[in-house]
């Protein structure tokens, strides 16, 4: 297992808050050990927590001309027809990953072809399951056209702890089933949009794997 590239920054001012502290506890409290041990314990928890976030796991990952791939770690939370109102203009099949701060948090894109379209949306922070999240909270929507004639839209959404979302991908790339094409920092939800008729192999509240879990079959 690696640290993603994203983590760095993130690790290194944690590191320094930790140092800080810990040398102000020693010098005020240097008398007091049963304080400078219960900050001694909180400073490796919160080093820890901060490093598996950024984690980036070595994976065998699973790819299919016409299979859906899950874009991220999570859990099912929306299966649903609705209207897709950015792009599509239309009716659409929805499935929803919600990301908690325990998952690996890197996106990768479900299937491989082109970026027809990318934006990004600054917004609020609501949380991640709340239904107003998809329009309102802070987001980017991708849409990537398969070489068969499926397109596929998705959708890094926000948490109320995410407050920074990362995209490596633009209109007019190529891009490859299983590749990075983002990061979400603490907590989040991603949106894929099929086309209505796509056989769909997960359950609510299915807990899936970025990369490796099949999300649909592409008609």
């Given amino acids: 297992m690696t640290i993603h590239k994203e983590g760095y920054t993130t690790i290194a001012l944690s590191l320094l808050f930790i140092f800080i502290l810990n040398a102000f ?6 008398d007091i050990a049963w304080l400078r041990w219960l900050v001694y314990i909180c400073s490796l928890a919160l080093f820890v927590i901060v490093l598996q976030f950024f984690r980036n796991p070595s994976r065998s990952f699973t790819s299919g001309e016409h299979l859906v791939i899950c874009p991220a770690d999570g ?9 897709e109102s950015e792009y599509f203009k239309d009716k659409r099949l929805q499935v929803s990953i919600f990301m908690s701060p325990v998952n690996v948090h890197i996106n990768r894109n479900p299937i491989s072809g082109v970026v027809k379209f990318f934006k990004y949306h600054p917004g609020k922070y609501l949380a991640a399951w709340n239904p107003k999240s998809s329009t309102e909270n802070e987001r980017t929507t991708v849409v990537v056209a398969h070489k068969d004639g499926s397109t596929v839209l998705f959708r890094q959404i926000a948490g109320a702890l995410a407050r920074r979302i990362v995209w490596y991908v633009k209109e007019g790339d190529v891009v490859e089933q299983g590749k990075e094409f983002g990061f979400i920092k603490f907590g989040s939800r991603v949106d894929i949009f099929l086309p209505l008729g796509t056989k769909v192999n997960l359950e609510l509240n299915q807990v899936v794997k970025g990369g490796i879990t099949v999300l649909a079959e592409l008609v």
């Fill in 25 to 30: 506890v020693d010098y005020k409290f240097a």
């Fill in 75 to 83: 859990k099912v939370v929306v299966i649903e027809e609705t209207e």
